[in-house]
């Protein structure tokens, strides 16, 4: 193999799990030691800057960063990074002074965002620090799209979302509630913005076109539109009796709202087996602990009308055949089933819809009707014209929206002063050595064997007598305190120096998880399986070292399970291996370029990727 | 010396032994020794061999003297039994504990101060009685413990940290041990793990007295400049005569070896040892021609390493002695002690 590039960005912010699995790249293990060292409100910081949502995030966000946790693969569960990050946005303190200041001058740009989500709230919150002049339109009569018309009070209290929404529209945000925009054409022809962000989400729930839909309208509803008309207090009851056709996340919401509006008896019916759905493990877990239950292998077949109401429905009862490797490689009927049921919400997905955009402006869409949108810029194909969040490439979640709502900001502004969109600030790593002295670390590299915490619920019986009593309490300080102390922290790195290795194996000797191998170097395949432990999971890289001095031999890491604890550094004899802290510097709009390092760092650098992306988790 | 106890991490990989034992179970206390010293990787090998053979730890018995190389024995195995012998006195407790019982397995760990000055008479005197151990020098040309002074392996010429030049001839324990009768002879370096542990599984299967000289630098006294037991010196004057693999009973094998090539040789206990030749013309069964080249080498500048004598299934100490299979704590009180009937028959033959 060819040495390893580590002066490559990619290659230090990779080790960081977390960071690199995380849309909007959030400094995962500095916000965890500062949690533990009690510094909550620089901790809640350390999040604004890349996520915005700190307390929104800390008990909603998707958390692509937990399955991608090293921990995961060291013990079997990751760290308990969400709960941690809200934990922080409880106990801090008033923030409003460390908030990005915003200048009375402004810079005579105007900025038009269609929609009050979290993608445009994004781009306004890095934009107006700027000097510019931020417009919201937003149909709805308050803000925060899906966060507040959709996610249920019960996961996320509306304080919550007033206090994060307030901190960016106070920033002298424009915002027009009650506002829709029924033709972007007039919107650019007439407005006098200089650019325009389209945030305005994936609105359309989708049907289930069936026998009897029609007779049964009255009580069939569709999952999004009925959990907003629960949000803005329309709907206030439902049947006892209640069908959700669907198993991802929007039918979690939908089936716990239904019990807090009366229902007694919520089925949630799936037509596939349980290793095929598409809502998180813990939002399932926590739907089961309500005792809703779920059906597999029932596939709608259609709805039952009986005196003029719905009945219930009938399903295919499925049978699959499903192969080693875990794919459904046949399907059959095997009977009907009834089941008796009030109410029906489909939750089975959502689409995007723009029945407001001309389709002579300029403004392409795909076969699907999707806009054309670039995925590392954000401008549509018409200049000046940018999407993020769900509208721009379908529904995906919060943070993504929130890196969305980043990425255009830079395009935007850049677009702005008539640079080049993508001729980006590149992502930078800086590198700090933690040595102190001798056997003196800065960092606490004691391995901590406890199992991940989990979070307190309020109890069965009193979480139902309000529509939005938060069911999870949060850590207290012992479980925050003692879940801060799994992390591994990832960021701070074993650097390797050829130069100085003698070869003593002492490294190799104390590593406790069998990282290190010093041996002949040889292709990827061979290499991997000659190490000291097996190296098995390529989606974790092999660190390839430039020949050592001595034999000609190299030093291989897998960087699979390495704890960091920093054990090789102490042992070696020439300081050829070194914790160094790495900090990823990810652009965001108003970066300069290139900035010249701190005394002391090391910087690495390379291309921006954008959403090609791809994050394996571990195995 | 570090500070940092290894953290224990049960990851779910960790390969397992026939005992269902890993790699950590054979650990022992905390290395206090110098980050880098060559004993440590020799203690990391005692680990492997012993983890790869899967000897139940209760049966490991560690012995030693005084020396940095002389405290590793409480890095490995501490699920095992251990002495620590006053200086160059390893040999007589280990000779005690074997009499005492056959079935253990002996490891002595000793340094090149500890063997070849003040024991050197005790060393010797364990090899001419085939004592079944096995015996590690861990070789660094120094005093490490007492800071860096000339051992009597230190080489004419070779200079110390401060700069002085050893002057007197070095004794080499692996000519030695050949001149005594020893049946397994072998020398190796700590930086040569693909060596040492098959060595080491092989001196733990052999019957009999088996010597591993190890060359393993004193990363703080004698790995300078001008040192001849220094890393960079030993990789540059280091030549492999015969590799040794060690093949368990229990196990096939699996490599294939040319005819000529290879000689595999079966031990007492039905495991085998496969001898390769490196060196051309070198017989590690014909202990005068190996003598001879050892010294051939030596005068060149080169250490000569791998199994370099092999002899296999001799009679050991207690098939000299006939003493008992049993061993002595099991061996019933009547049987033990004559009575004072049976004391007086004996003490009336030496009248
Ligand atoms: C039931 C449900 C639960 C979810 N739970 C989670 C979760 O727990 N965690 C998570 O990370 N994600 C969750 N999501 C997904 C997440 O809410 C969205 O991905 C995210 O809100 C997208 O943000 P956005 O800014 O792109 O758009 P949105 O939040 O959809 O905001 C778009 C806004 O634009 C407005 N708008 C639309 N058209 C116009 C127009 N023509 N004129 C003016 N205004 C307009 C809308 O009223 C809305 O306010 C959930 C989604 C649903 C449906
Ligand atoms: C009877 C006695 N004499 C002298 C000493 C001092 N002493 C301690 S260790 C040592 C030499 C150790 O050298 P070596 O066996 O090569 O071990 P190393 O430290 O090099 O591994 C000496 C002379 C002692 N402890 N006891
Ligand atoms: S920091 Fe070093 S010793 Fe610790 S697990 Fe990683 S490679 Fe091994
Ligand atoms: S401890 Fe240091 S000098 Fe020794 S092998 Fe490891 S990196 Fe090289
Ligand atoms: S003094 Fe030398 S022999 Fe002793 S521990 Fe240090 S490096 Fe090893
Ligand atoms: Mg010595």
Known sequence: MQPTDTSHPDYFHRVVDCQWACPAHTDVPEYIRLIAQGRFTEAYMV??????????????????CEPACR???VERKPVAICRLKRYAADHRDEVRALLPKVPRVKN????????AGCASLTLANDLMPLGYEVTIFEQHGAPGGLMRTNIPAFRLPQSVLDEEIGMILDMGVDLRLDTPIRSLRALLEDGGFDAIFIGSGAPRGKDLLLPGREEAAANVHIGITWLESVAFGHVDRIGERVLIIGVGNTAMDCCRTSLRLGARDVKVMARKPRQFFKASEWELEDAEEERVQIVVNRSPKA???RDGRLAGMTFDVMEYDIDASGRITGERVTGEEFFPADDVILAIGQENAFPWIERDIGIEFDARDVPKVDPVTFQSTREGVFFGGDAAFGPKNIIWAVEHGHQAAISIDRYCRGESLTDRPRPRVTLQSRKMGIHEWAYANEYSPVERRLVPHVS??????????????????EQAAEETQRCL???????????????????????????????ENGPEDELRMRLKAPALNRSQPLFVSAPLRQTGRVMVKDENLCVHCGLCAERCPTAAWDMQKSHVHWPHAGDVPEPAPRRGERVSEGRVKGDERTVEAGV | MTFIPKPRIDHPNLPRNALGLTRRDYEGALSTLCAGCGHDSITAAIVEACWDLALRPETVVKLSGIGCSSKTTAYFVSRGHGFNAVHGRMPSIATGANAANRHLHYIGVSGDGDTLSIGLGQFCHAIRRNLNMLYIIENNGVYGLTKGQFSASADVGSKAKKGETNLQPPIDPVLLALTLG??????????????????????LRHKGFALIDVLSPCVTFNDHEGSTKSYAYTREHYEVAVHADFIPAEREIAVEYSAGEALPVTM???SRIVLRKLAEDYDPTDRIAAMAAIQEHMRAGEYLTGLLYFEPSNREFHDICGTTDVPLNSVPYEQLSPGKAGLEKLLARYR
């Open chain 1, 489 to 519: 922290n990832c960021d701070v790195q074993t650097v390797f120096d050829a130069k100085l290795c003698i070869e003593c194996d002492a490294c190799v000797d104390i590593c406790p998880v069998d990282c290190l191998t010093i041996t």
């Open chain 1, 71 to 73: 921990r995961g693969r």
């Open chain 2, 268 to 270: 007492h206990d039905g």
């Open chain 1, 47 to 64: 999040n604004r800057r890349s996520n915005v949502f700190p307390g929104i995030l800390g008990r909603v966000c998707d958390r692509p």
């Open chain 1, 460 to 477: 069965l019986k009193e979480r139902f007598r309000k529509i939005d009593i938060e069911v999870e309490l949060g850590f207290t300080a």
């Open chain 2, 182 to 203: 020893a049946s397994f002879v072998a020398r190796s370096f700590s930086g040569d793990k693909r060596q040492l542990v098959p060595l080491i599984q092989a001196g």
């Open chain 1, 108 to 115: 005579g740009h105007r900025i038009a965002c269609i929609g």
């Open chain 1, 303 to 305: 709805f039952v009308v």
